[in-house]
Every structure is written in C-alpha cells, then in structure tokens.
C-alpha cells in the first residue's frame, strides 16, 4: 500500500453500500477517497460506475469480489450520465467529462477533445496543461494509469 494505513476501510458488498458516499459504492477495503485494496495510490481516488449494476467501485476487482454478476462497463448512449466519483470531493462527473479529461485529450469517440468553458478556466488553475489527468472540480490528480484500461468500465 502506498498511502499509510487507517481504521477507516470498509469493505461492502451487495446488496449494501458504503454510506459515507452520496452515491451508492461498494468495494474492498475502501478509505474515504475510494482507495482500495486492490489500488492504493495516492491518485487512485477514483468510482467507476458500472453498466449492470449502476453502482460505483473503485475498480473492477472490487466489482468482482462485491457482487455475484459479470462486470459491463458504463454504456456510451448514457456517456453525459454521472458515471465517475472524485473520491477526494465527492464530485460526480459524467463518463464524457473523465474520459475527455485524460492526458490523451481524447474524446470517446477518438477525436481530440473540443475546448469548453470550463477549459480555459482549468488551464488558468494550478495545473500547467488543462488536460493532465485531474478532477476538473478540485484538481485532484487521477491514476493515468487507468487509461489503459478504461475499456473495462466504459463502453469503448
């Protein structure tokens, strides 16, 4: 583990949820930044919403462990739902605002992610590129890592 160990891990499973989240989440060993056992980092502070359960995890081992059914990622018709929790704000972000916030700049689709407002508003923040891998609400750095299977939990 690389973030220091506490008491305040929980591991939840269905049909019950974690209920220190305003969204329904369940995990392995989660902390209060939905770190968990099986990614504990400090940038893995990030729930993933799945496709068949429309609940969030912190990463589909968590899914597995939790519950009794195959993982389906988060359905691209449904990209402009909330589908992401920022475990260090509490902020939900839909799957479009996550995956076009990525280091690649990529949009779902492939292509280079349009300017929005809230981009000029980001690049003037703390961080030196507007699209590094951070919670666009509190900057928070997400796990680039993450990018390299995102096709786990969100239809690609």
Do not use: K
Request: hydrophobic share 30%.
């Amino acid at each position: 583990m690389d973030t220091p160990p506490t008491d305040d891990r929980r591991t939840t499973t269905a049909p019950a949820t974690d209920d220190r989240f305003s969204v329904p989440l369940r995990g392995v060993a989660v902390d209060p930044e939905t770190r968990c056992a099986h990614w504990d980092s400090a940038v893995d502070v990030v729930a993933l919403r799945f496709g068949c359960c429309e609940t969030y995890y912190p990463c589909d081992a968590c899914h597995d462990a939790a519950t009794d059914h195959e993982a389906e990622p988060w359905p691209r018709d449904r990209f402009d739902e909330a589908a992401v929790l920022c475990g260090a704000c509490g902020a939900t972000l839909t799957a479009r605002e996550y995956l076009d916030g990525d280091s690649e700049g990529q949009s779902p689709s492939g292509n280079r992610a349009p300017p929005d407002d809230g981009e000029a508003q980001r690049a003037a923040g703390s961080r030196e590129r507007p699209d590094d891998d951070a919670c666009p609400r509190c900057d928070a750095a997400f796990n680039p890592g993450c990018r390299a299977h995102r096709d786990r939990y969100f239809e690609v």
